[in-house]
């Protein structure tokens, strides 16, 4: 418990940053690698044969594949400023 008049900190640095962004952009693992993702996605066109490799290595259906796009989307919209 903290003593009178001082108070505890964390290492979120305010009420209204979310952890993930308590350190520098740069060496933001879930930033970057969701920025990572989009980039491929923006900027690499991959036939259906290499997706459906991509999810049998990650052993995901399609619907769980999906998600972790979605996911990295919201991630990196939501570090942009957009969400």
């Known amino acids: 418990m903290a003593s009178k008049g001082k108070q505890r900190t964390s ?3 305010a009420p209204e940053l979310h952890p993930v962004q308590a350190k520098p952009l740069w060496e933001n693992n879930e930033i970057q ?3 990572l ?3 491929i996605c923006a ?3 991959m036939v259906d044969d290499e997706i459906q490799a991509m999810r049998a290595s990650m ?3 399609q619907e769980d ?3 972790l796009w979605e996911r990295a989307h919201d991630v990196w919209e939501t570090a942009k400023g957009n969400r």
Do not use: H, Q
């Open 33 to 35: 690698f969701a920025r």
């Open 43 to 45: 900027n690499v066109t």
């Open 37 to 39: 993702i989009m980039e």
């Open 11 to 13: 290492a979120v640095t």
């Open 65 to 67: 594949f999906d998600e």
């Open 59 to 61: 052993d995901l259906g």
